[in-house]
């Protein structure tokens, strides 16, 4: 005879089921959770907006288009070189510059400067832009992605956060256009 307090085998069966979806959803959920609020976690929104040191002035000659190296501003431990990224520095004049990603925007390959020709090209698909980042040929449908950049106290700063990718040389585009 069953007892009224006593577990049948079934039921058994069914509560273990149970606590183990249970912990198997928990166990899911809890890096999904932390994907989805990690910004707010780390704090790491402001990052986005900071202006990052590209060096002095006097390190860029006027009418030269130079590498430089800056420190991406999100960045974490687990990072290490990888923070490193470089840009090409164009000085027009004064202190006039024009900050380039050294991707390429077709699919993101480094362009190199070549100053014989005054070009930038790209080693993967032949893209080919001018010296002031527009498209001069190939397979990329826009010019290089610049950076917002300024000079303060004899220092060039670039606003780092935002990623060079298509969607973002757009955004001006967007602005002025009616379709978007």
């Known amino acids: 005879m069953l007892n009224e307090n006593t577990l049948s085998r079934r039921g058994f069966l069914v509560k273990m089921g149970i606590l183990f979806n249970g912990l198997v959803a928990a166990a899911l959920a809890v890096p999904l959770v932390g994907y989805i609020f990690s910004s707010l976690i780390r704090g790491r929104a402001d990052s986005y907006n900071s202006w990052v040191s590209l060096g002095p002035v006097s390190d860029f000659p006027e009418g030269e288009t130079r590498l430089a190296t800056f420190r991406n501003p999100d960045v974490m431990p687990s990072d290490g070189k990888t923070v490193d990224t ?61 950076y917002p950049s300024k000079v303060q106290n004899g220092v060039i700063m670039i606003q780092a956060g935002e990623l060079p990718t298509p969607s973002a040389s757009l955004a001006p585009l967007r602005k002025e256009s009616s379709w978007a």
């Open 86 to 146: 470089v840009c090409w520095v164009r000085r027009i004049g004064g202190d006039q510059f024009q900050v380039f990603a050294v991707n390429c925007m077709h699919l993101g390959c480094p362009v190199r400067w070549f100053p014989q020709s005054g070009l930038f090209m790209c080693p993967c698909h032949g893209g080919v832009y001018y010296r002031d980042g527009s498209r001069a040929s190939g397979p990329p449908l826009r010019g290089l992605f610049e």
